[in-house]
């Protein structure tokens, strides 16, 4: 078996989550994250679009954690993303952290928007 080192670009992969956290590169954030091209920070849910699509040039893909379970985004959310042309992917968190990763590793243009599990 032959065994790759992944390096990671600009963005940071998911360590790990929790009740109520997210553990991205190291560090523990409680609540909403959104993690990309530009890092990590605090966010404020399904209604804060601004910092989504200030991500348009930098991503082609937004992958959205709805949390524990799997739930449908606004639609005028999904429609102002896939205007500003950027591709959206909706998943429950855990599932969306582990395929962002898997993306990150390949280095894809991506990031990651999630609601706490």
């Given at each position: 078996m032959r065994l790759?080192?992944?390096t990671f670009t600009d963005a940071?992969?998911?360590?790990?989550?929790?009740?109520?956290?997210f553990r991205i590169g190291g560090q523990v954030f409680h609540g909403a994250?959104?993690?990309g091209p530009g890092g990590t920070g605090s966010w404020s849910g399904l209604q804060d679009t601004a910092p989504l699509l200030d991500l348009?040039?930098?991503?082609d893909v937004l992958f959205i954690g709805t949390g524990a379970?799997?739930?449908q985004i606004p639609p005028e959310l999904r429609a102002a993303l896939e205007e500003a042309g950027i591709g959206v992917e909706i998943m429950n968190s855990p599932a969306a952290c582990?395929?962002?990763?898997?993306l990150l590793s390949?280095?894809?243009?991506?990031?990651?928007a999630l609601l706490p599990v």
């Open positions: 790759n080192e992944i940071t992969p998911i360590d790990g989550y929790g009740p109520g956290f994250v959104l993690t348009a040039a930098q991503i379970e799997l739930s582990r395929t962002y990763n898997v390949e280095g894809r243009r991506i990031a990651l």
